[in-house]
């Protein structure tokens, strides 16, 4: 039960602050409420900022998080999940981690043409690319930018394979493509849930939807041949963990065939803004939960060692690691793989190969 604040809480918001930008030399503060500065409260509407650049898809190198490029339509996320990892990047547009993250959306207009300029490079090789690498595809803006879609019907038209990851239920919205892509092989689709407690989501991620919702993608895209997924990520030692067998369970049961797990880690500015949300929603817990963290990272909230950093190690995250194996063993989760066909792209390689 979460208690009664004497601060205002932002509801619909994860984040409670906005907290400097690093990369920023100069400080926006509200001194004196008499000032005739305009001032931008911290609860005010999302809004929309558009982008436009030379590049669309970005080779990802790092080893440990299970994709070779990702391609983003949109910078920040409304979805507002307090622990969100892109919320570091964020910083790099000249906004802040916190608040800014989930209220100032950076939408790339120019995505599916630069997309498909992408895909018609003599040398590209019809790897696999991932949607929602850094932030979801499907978040609230795409209801009405419609981005995905049109990279989806263009991956389509080149036969060019794509992983898909989201908490969006929007994504059922493009079944009818995603059904065309998986005749081919040429599309999976992971689905984020990380807790089945509803009060829980409510503040940990508030603009996402619900656990049940969720399960109803898995279903729904099961049943029209798309091989399904769930990332149960991150793990929140001591506020979500306990619920791996319920969750494991309930994706089975919607047709998952695959799961997959991280621990939480708190880098960059992400740990100034978790803690204070947690103490915000959690003070009785704030403790064990902020310990029990430490204790998967080597005594630190954050942790960038590679092979470790998103499984953690120590105890408490072995403990999770055994549970998690268990019952996907018990759920006969994690037996198939998910292998795309990459020999049916239709690039300017394979066009050549006609003459």
Known sequence: MLEEKENPYFKGRGAQINIHNKFLNDVY???????????????????????????????????????????????GCEHGCIYCYARNSHQFWGFSAGLDFERKIIVKKDAPIRFKNFLEKKNWDASTISLSGNTDCYQPAERKYKLTRQLLEIALQYKQPIGIITKNALILRDADILEEMAKLNLCMVYVSINSLNEDLRQVMEPRTTTAKQRLKIVHELSKRGIPMGVMVAPLIPGLSDHEIPQV????????????????????????????????????????????????????????????????????????????????????????????????????????????
Not at 37 to 60: L, R
Request: charged letters at 25%; aromatic letters at 10%.
């Open 29 to 75: 503060a509200k001194e004196h409420v008499e000032g005739i500065d305009d001032w931008e409260e911290p609860d005010s509407k999302t809004s929309f900022i558009y982008e436009s650049g030379k590049t669309i898809v970005n080779k990802v190198t790092s080893p440990d998080v299970g994709m070779a490029y990702s391609l983003n339509p949109y910078q």
């Open 248 to 355: 494991l369970k309930a994706i089975a049961d919607a047709g998952a065939i695959r799961a997959g797990y991280t621990v939480v880690r708190l880098n960059g500015a992400i740990g100034q803004i978790f803690e204070d949300w947690l103490r915000k929603n959690f003070p009785d817990r704030f403790d064990k939960v902020w310990h029990m963290i430490q204790n998967c990272h080597a005594g630190n909230v954050n942790d960038s060692r590679f092979g470790e950093r998103m499984k953690g190690d120590g105890k408490i995250a072995k403990l999770i690691e055994d549970n998690f194996r268990l019952h996907c063993r018990l759920n006969g989760l994690n037996v198939k793989e998910i292998s795309l066909n990459h020999d049916l792209f239709e690039g300017p390689n394979n066009q050549l190969k006609l003459f």
